[in-house]
């Protein structure tokens, strides 16, 4: 009710509202997330237009409005102009100047904007390692020419590389095409050298980026460990699962962490708790009690309407879990999601489209909208061995083959049955199956074939192999 009236009042008594009361209603109905936030923009953008109103004396509150657009996914139409004020406004501080970057990213500033430019040049000097680490962030992912080799020899990188943001600095390495190989050294190795002492959010940032860039993560096991049998801050609970679920680590301290997300998610916000549930999906630890906050969150309408890839991992970890009855927040979270972006969310959103297809509901329009996900082009090394020994067996099968929505590994007809040869990327670290491996397996099973799982380690020899297929086979041998 408030931004309702913020946003009519805004609109007929213009004059009464100052910059710096513009900027805090919207970054307040943007922190809430509240319904009204799309007319609190529209009137928000109405107010400031011409942007020169916030000029030089209105350095916080252009950077306030901007992310609070960003926050919202709400791109003005006269974004560059914002950008242009942004780019010609001297005294910006670090934090202002960084915040601009990561919300013109997030709405999609053109990379021929000055504002990049500008980005680059006042970021040498800075002396706030998270304002730096946020620049680098944004420059890398809107795809603007820098010679980041160069931008590492001023001293602001420096700086980066003496506290834990080198973590966010060496995620953003993972969005450039080529990134300098010694620009990775020096921030990996401050990584390395730093990990005995990062939180959560930003342990779990250096995991990802290291998988990410095909480096070691030895080093980060032990901080992992250390953390977890800690009795964590509500703030760092969230980072605390998304390190589990990195290092695939299914510890006895991700059923306290869940407890708490469901106990304590009013001070925690849904999109941690959907961190939280994500984690117990990827691991398979049961967590009924935060499931049901979530789905009940979902269905009654408490939540962001603008984070759609939240809502995906919502959708998608309820599904691996089996936690909603009839399928009901699933249902409502197709029904308001107009599209989905193509990679790890359109794939989540497929999956969703599984779970409610083999439960008997009709989401063969939505499935039908999804961008096709992008299949392997050829069979790998380790099927063809597999299938090798399969051939001298004397079992009929066929590699790769179309199931549905999935591309199964091995399937031998005769039997009605889908091999699956499941290397350490589909087991936890204590060798369970993980959550999505186990979906695969009861999605396949409703639709009425005989699935067996092999695991490959340990296996590297021919003989071991026919082993283990054996007792897998039974009779089809």
Not at 38 to 43: E, I, Q
Not at 227 to 256: F, M, T, Y
Request: glycine share 6%; net charge neutral.
């Amino acid at each position: 009710a408030g931004a309702r009236q913020a946003a009519e009042s805004m609109a007929l008594r213009p004059r009464q509202w100052a910059a710096r009361h513009v900027s805090a209603a919207a970054w307040a109905t943007a922190v809430m997330g509240c319904r009204e936030s799309k007319a609190v923009m529209g009137s928000v953008e109405a107010w400031v237009r011409p942007c020169s109103k916030l000029g030089q004396d209105g350095q916080q509150a252009l950077a306030n409005i901007v992310w609070a657009f960003a926050a919202v996914q709400h791109r003005p139409d006269d974004l560059e102009a914002y950008s242009a004020v942004a780019s010609t406004c001297s005294g910006f501080l670090p934090q202002e100047a960084a915040m601009l970057a990561t919300s013109f990213l997030a709405l999609r500033l053109p990379k021929t904007s000055p504002f990049w430019g500008s980005l680059v040049e006042q970021c040498k000097t800075w002396t706030d390692p998270r304002a730096v680490s946020q620049a680098w962030w944004a420059l890398a992912g809107t795809g603007v020419e820098v010679d980041f080799a160069a931008l590492a020899a001023t001293p602001s990188f420096e700086v980066v590389l003496q506290s834990t943001e080198a973590s966010a600095v060496l995620w953003s390495l993972t969005l450039l095409t080529r990134p300098p190989p010694e620009v990775v050294r020096r921030a990996a190795e401050a990584c390395g050298r730093l990990a005995p002492t990062m939180p959560p959010k930003a342990l779990a940032l250096a995991i990802s980026a290291c998988q990410a860039l095909r480096l070691p993560v030895v080093a980060y096991e032990a901080r992992a460990t250390q953390l977890l049998d800690q009795d964590l801050p509500l703030e760092d609970v969230a980072g605390a699962a998304r390190v589990c679920d990195l290092l695939r680590l299914r510890h006895p301290a991700l059923d306290r962490l869940a407890m708490r997300a469901c106990a304590e998610g009013a001070g925690l916000g849904f999109k941690q708790q959907v961190a939280v549930l994500g984690a117990c999906a990827t691991l398979a630890v049961p967590c009924n009690p935060l499931a049901a906050e979530v789905r009940s969150r979902l269905l009654s309408g408490g939540y962001r309407q603008d984070s759609a890839s939240v809502l995906s991992i919502a959708a998608w970890a309820l599904a691996m879990l089996g936690e909603d009855p009839a399928g009901e927040a699933r249902l409502h979270l197709l029904r308001t999601v107009e599209h989905a972006q193509p990679g790890e969310e359109a794939s989540r959103w497929l999956q969703v489209c599984e779970s409610l297809e083999i439960e008997g509901h009709d989401v063969e329009k939505f499935a039908a909208s999804l961008p096709p996900l992008a299949q392997e082009s050829s069979v790998s090394q380790t099927h063809m061995r597999v299938s090798a020994a399969l051939r001298e067996m004397g079992v009929e099968h066929s590699i790769e083959v179309p199931l549905g929505r999935r591309v199964v590994d091995i399937f031998i007809p005769d039997k009605n049955m889908v091999l699956e040869v499941d290397g350490p990327s589909h087991f936890t670290l204590c060798g369970q199956l993980s959550g999505q491996s186990l979906f695969r397996n009861r999605v396949l099973e409703a639709q009425g074939y005989t699935v067996r799982s092999l695991a490959l380690k340990g296996l590297s020899r021919k003989q071991d192999l026919e082993m283990a297929l054996k007792p897998l086979l039974g009779d089809a041998c």
